[in-house]
């Protein structure tokens, strides 16, 4: 493999389709293992897409040579302040778009990092033994839908065709 920080990047979204791929077959499997290997699936997906936000974000800060060139986290490289001594329009889009919670990047980088959250049990609703028919439940409380395919291979075309647009406006003439 070169070692050109593109090479990163389009490895790790194209794993991401790897991983996409085994997740549709694990969904139509039969097979007993069949729930663990979707959650593997989808977490890996993740994971690759992740990967590549962060080789994408490699490739902007080695190509305007940031001092935060080989941040360990896609997240050290969004922030304000990585910005604010040189205008990088790359790197502002990518900013815009994880600080807005509605936008496919920041839905999945909040994905990503509830990856390592601890699992947490269900609030069932509360019962009173002297009022069987009144239940009490939190409002606030709402289950988080799983992760569609269909919603990450969104993102992951999403991730490619701004890398093939950053890409363009990044070569040099």
């Known amino acids: 493999m070169a070692h050109e920080l593109y090479t990163r990047t389009n490895q790790k979204i194209y794993f991401a389709g790897l991983a996409l791929d085994a997740l549709g077959k694990a969904e139509d499997s039969r097979a007993m293992n069949a729930q663990a290997l979707i959650q593997a699936e989808r977490e890996s997906a993740l994971f690759h897409l992740y990967g590549a936000l962060l080789g994408l974000c490699h490739e902007i800060a080695g190509f305007y040579r940031l001092p935060q060139a080989n941040a360990p986290?896609?997240?050290?490289?969004?922030?304000?302040?990585?910005?604010?001594?040189?205008?990088?329009?790359?790197?502002?889009?990518?900013?815009?778009?994880?600080?807005?919670?509605?936008?496919?990047?920041?839905?999945?980088?909040?994905?990503?990092?509830?990856?390592?959250?601890?699992?947490?049990?269900?609030?069932?609703?509360k019962g009173d033994v002297t009022q069987p028919m009144i239940i009490a439940i939190s409002v606030g409380d709402e289950s988080v839908p799983e992760l569609t395919r269909a919603e990450m291979e969104s993102w992951r075309q999403?991730?490619?065709?701004?890398?093939?647009?950053?890409?363009?406006?990044?070569?040099?003439?």
């Not at 990585?82 to 990518?94: D, G, M, T």
């Open 73 to 125: 986290r896609a997240e050290m490289l969004l922030t304000e302040d990585a910005v604010n001594s040189i205008a990088i329009p790359e790197l502002a889009e990518l900013i815009e778009l994880a600080q807005h919670s509605e936008t496919w990047l920041a839905q999945m980088l909040a994905a990503y990092n509830a990856l390592f959250q601890p699992p947490r049990a269900p609030k069932k609703p």
């Open 158 to 173: 999403q991730l490619k065709g701004l890398t093939v647009r950053f890409r363009e406006g990044l070569s040099e003439c």
